[in-house]
Nanobody, 128 residues
Framework: QVQLVESGGGLVQAGGSLRLSCAAS????????MGWFRQAPGKEREFVAA????????SYADSVKGRFTISRDNAKNTVYLQMNSLKPEDTAVYCC?????????????????????WGQGTQVTVSS
């Protein structure tokens, strides 16, 4: 089992920045690839970003590419999502997820069903 707890959400004006954190406990964090997803009211959950367990590969949804950065600190059992140039359409509950199976090449896990463990989420609200 892996327990995930997100933090860092809040209210920010358009153009501002936030850094989300996801602290993991339980099994060896360094063996898990991690992802961030978000869900806005009335919409389906969507992929935001993923990072390979080794930290060697990151992937992003087109809607956040160039604005968001995913990173991890295995010594702290934490994955981060740095969000810059925020837009009102980024408003959502952001959840982190852990995936035990590795991946390679150009493929990256971007579906909810490809992750094994989930946090409860943290609210991000971007005002215009």
């Amino acid at each position: 089992q892996v327990q995930l707890v997100e933090s860092g959400g809040g209210l920010v004006q358009a153009g501002g920045s936030l850094r989300l954190s996801c602290a993991a406990s339980g099994r060896t964090f360094s063996g898990y690839s991690m992802g961030w997803f978000r869900q806005a009211p009335g919409k389906e959950r969507e992929f935001v970003a993923a990072i390979h367990w080794s930290g060697s590969s990151t992937s992003y949804a087109d809607s956040v590419k160039g604005r968001f950065t995913i990173s991890r600190d295995n010594a702290k059992n934490t994955v981060y999502l740095q969000m810059n140039s925020l837009k009102p359409e980024d408003t959502a509950v952001y959840c982190c997820a852990a995936r035990g199976a590795s991946y390679s090449g150009p493929y990256y896990p971007h579906l909810s069903t490809e992750y094994d463990y989930w946090g409860q989420g943290t609210q991000v609200t971007v005002s215009s």
